[in-house]
């Protein structure tokens, strides 16, 4: 039986800054997919039709030790790139050391 792979090595990089570690944990999204029931004229049963991901399937969370003054001059931007986010990391198996 194999071991799970794990996500090792995180690094956030905030508008450009290198927040090496400062980041503590880190909420990958849950990829989920909206389906609505569509039933037809003369179908014999109802069947799904995708309409893309959920709301809230994007939704991440970090959490960082300490205070940033950067989070707090952030707040409030209305536009969608006002804050540019970027996490790196690795995914590696303990059993093998494979990296993917």
Known sequence: ?????????????????????????????????????????????????????DDGALDTEFSIGGTELLLFKQMGKATVDGIQLRFTGSIQRDDTGEVH
């Not at 909420?27 to 309409?51: I, N, Q």
């Open 1 to 53: 039986m194999a071991l799970p792979r794990k996500l090792k090595h995180l690094n956030l990089f905030n508008d450009g800054n290198n927040w090496q570690g400062i980041v503590e944990s880190l909420t990958l999204p849950k990829f989920t997919r909206k389906y609505e029931k569509y039933r037809g004229g003369g179908m014999p049963g109802a069947v799904d039709v995708d309409l893309g991901l």
